[in-house]
RNA sequence: GCGCUGGUAGCUCAAUGGAUAGAGCGUCGGCCUCCGGAGCCGAAGGUUGGAGGUUCGAAUCCUCUCCGGCGCGCCA
């Protein structure tokens, strides 16, 4: 099926076309002016401007052959040259039915789809995931569900930071509390190797900020750091066995957190899984004369003529002979060309790494890895405290992402209990419950703003089940639920809808508005165009479930089937719509 | 210093160059013999930080400027 828009773009675009004009000016769009249409076409201003003449003219003679058209009750031109459109009832309702009958409701895929990488979360050995990673991951999830929705090929990839310094970092602090371990001696050898970890993710969590605070002002513990660095790259075993170990205990501590999200990757990828591709890539690039010296380090330099701001270049290798940053990024599409050759790369990292990845993106077409035109780094901004300054917790410390999903999902069962719902619910239940509509106000609250503005995170705001929040969005879908399930109960089947009310007619064109905000969320990567769909959705069934009260009791058989269907219709999109935001709706709360 | 971002109602945020800039919260006023009222309806509240410019038309594009956040080679 296809949606008004597109359907009645579709219709003026060879009236433009007949007029020797671009067919892309017939773009129509939902009305800023109901009292004067359902739809508006604003081309013909442009239109008469490129052919110089009357634009209200042009708008007349556009609009002639589409009188007549079922799909049109009236056609006008008003102010300047504004072109509005008002749909006939039969096409409204023939609309609603095809909706209600469509399991994607209404989302039509991709003309092309691509096979897309998304790369996303970027959680780290040793450290527990923070606020920081929230956007991360909550972004980049929305996103992968909105681009496969859309027919797109994807592949999401966690991008697990187990490589660089930071393990450095830990192999010789865990040497300074644990120098008897096998794993630091130099004849170490894989029988050495001792199943259980020497180290526990509470451990990692306590060594890695002092070892990281201690680098900052000792530099010779700094040097030894990036000199285990260099090694484990190498290759030396003691090192790999406790990068194994580091990996193994920090995975699965992650995944408690992803779990409790409801977020899926189909890679677990880690920076070191490319470890083997350096070598190759370095020497290529050095040969290339793409790779050059630079103060004792190895750079590829990435700055343009046509640069505002200066471009450093991008570290290859450092004087210490350890791969960076950039160069693991620049293996890692090495490999991805390799194993997905995706059309496109969408790395959803915070906005503050910009510059590297221009440095990288740069890089990479530099040394022909890849194309530059297909990675994009999607940026984000940081989630603030209410006093506008970035979340922390009371003693100034970061907030892990576990303690702030506990103390949503608590705060979420504190609300269903002072409301008194989900009574009927087993304890077990309510607790599934109270995690479904905590992460939902996590997440709804994330996604409803544009990716790359700052916002304040505001617990008692977003867990609240009234106003713009994920717990309302799922109290909407649980009341049509609860509406439904008391129909089937009583027997009382659907029939065909029929948009007899404003607000019917309203509701109607809000469910036809899906595809189209599905399409642009995903064109600029922008989840909040579809968390602002699903929100103008439930206000619309909201304003109709007033409208048409006690449907169940309705005694006109045809009307009440209608309405039901209806209903059963918003229930579907709602579930599919939060589902794009990863967004579940419960069977009661 | 250079650059990237953001600045919209009291607060938190929306608005693919289009008509009268919209929501939520808060405030004020209505609607409960209600399928889940955690709802709905209405009102007040704006020189879109400021100044120029482009355009038939600017919150949106350009220039300058003020304020906040951030980034600028051997961390990731």
Redesign the pocket.
């Known amino acids: 099926m296809i949606d008004f828009?597109t359907q009645l773009t579709n219709l003026l675009g060879p009236e433009f076309s007949r007029e020797g004009l671009d067919p892309h000016l017939a773009?129509v769009?939902?009305?800023?002016?109901p009292?004067?249409?359902d739809f508006?076409c604003?081309?013909a201003?442009?239109g008469a401007?490129q052919k110089g003449e009357n634009?209200r003219a042009l708008a007349d003679r556009l609009l002639e052959s589409l009188r007549g058209q079922a799909l049109l009750r009236e056609t006008s031109v008003?102010?300047?040259?504004?072109?509005?459109l008002a749909l006939s009832d039969e096409a409204l309702a023939a609309q609603a039915n095809r909706l209600a009958e469509d399991a994607r409701s209404g989302l039509t895929p991709v003309a092309q789809p691509l096979r897309v990488l998304v790369d996303f979360a970027?959680p780290?050995v040793a450290k527990p995931m923070h606020v920081g990673h929230l956007r991360a991951t909550v972004i980049g999830d929305s996103l992968q569900r909105i681009a496969r929705a859309l027919g797109h090929q994807v592949t999401s990839d966690a991008h697990f930071?187990d490589?660089?310094?930071?393990i450095g970092l830990l192999i010789i602090s865990l040497e300074d509390e644990q120098p008897e371990l096998p794993y630091f001696r130099a004849d170490y050898d894989e029988s050495m190797f001792i199943e259980e970890p020497p180290v526990s993710m509470e451990d990692l969590d306590r060594m890695y900020p002092a070892a990281s605070a201690r680098m900052k002002e000792d530099v010779a513990y700094?040097d030894r750091a990036?000199k285990a660095?260099a090694e484990l790259q190498k290759g030396r075993a003691g090192y790999l066995a406790l990068h194994k170990h580091f990996w193994k205990v920090s995975k699965f501590a992650l995944e408690r957190e992803f779990t409790a999200l409801n977020i899926h990757f189909d890679l677990w990828k880690g920076?070191s899984d490319v470890n083997y591709l350096i070598e190759e890539l370095v020497e290529k690039a050095r040969q290339a004369g793409v790779a050059v010296p630079?103060?004792?380090?190895l750079?590829i330099?990435v700055a343009r003529e046509e640069d505002?701001?200066?471009?450093?270049?991008?570290?290859l290798?450092?004087?210490?002979g350890?791969?960076?940053?950039?160069t693991?990024d620049l293996a890692t599409i090495v490999e991805r060309e390799r194993e997905v050759k995706p059309d496109l790369f969408l790395y959803v990292v915070d906005?503050?790494?910009?510059?590297?990845f221009t440095q990288v993106f740069r890089a990479a077409q530099a040394a022909g890895l890849s194309q530059e035109s297909r990675l994009e780094h999607i940026?984000f901004?940081?989630m603030?405290g209410?006093d506008?300054?970035?979340f922390k917790t009371r003693s100034g410390g970061v907030i892990k992402l576990h303690d702030l999903i506990t103390s949503c999902r608590e705060r979420a069962l504190e609300?269903?209990e002072?409301?008194?719902?989900?009574k009927e619910l087993s304890p077990a239940e309510r607790e599934k419950t109270a995690l479904m509509v905590g992460t939902a106000a996590l997440k709804f609250a994330d996604l409803?703003?544009?990716?790359?503005?700052?916002?304040?995170f505001?617990l008692d705001?977003f867990t609240?089940?009234?106003?713009?929040?994920g717990?309302?969005l799922q109290?909407q879908g649980?009341?049509v639920?609860?509406?439904l399930r008391?129909?089937a109960e009583q027997g009382l089947g659907e029939a065909p809808i029929q948009v007899l009310l404003p607000e019917e007619k309203a509701l109607v064109l809000a469910l036809d508005g899906f595809n189209g905000a599905v399409h642009?969320a995903f064109e600029?990567r922008?989840p909040?165009?579809v968390a602002?769909h699903v929100?103008t959705l439930?206000?619309a069934f909201?304003?109709f479930?007033?409208?048409?009260?006690?449907?169940?009791?309705?005694k006109d058989e045809a009307v009440r089937g209608s309405?039901l269907r209806l209903s059963r219709a918003v229930l579907t999109q709602l579930e599919l719509g939060l589902g794009l935001l990863g967004i579940e709706i419960p069977?009661?709360?």
């Open positions: 828009a773009e769009r939902r009305s800023a002016r009292d004067l249409g508006q604003n081309g201003l442009a401007k634009p008003a102010g300047p040259g504004f072109i509005n970027g780290n930071g490589w660089g310094l930071q700094r990036r660095t920076e630079s103060e004792g380090a750079v330099e505002k701001k200066t471009v450093p270049p991008l570290l290798v450092s004087s210490e350890s791969a960076m940053y950039g693991t906005q503050r790494q910009a510059l590297h940026g901004g940081t603030n209410t506008g300054k970035p609300k269903m002072e409301g008194g719902y989900g409803s703003n544009y990716r790359l503005t700052d916002y304040v505001d705001r609240s089940f009234e106003g713009k929040t717990p309302y109290f649980v009341r639920k609860s509406l008391k129909a642009l600029k922008a909040h165009f602002e929100f439930a206000q909201s304003t479930w007033v409208a048409s009260p006690k449907i169940l009791e309705e309405r069977e009661r709360m």
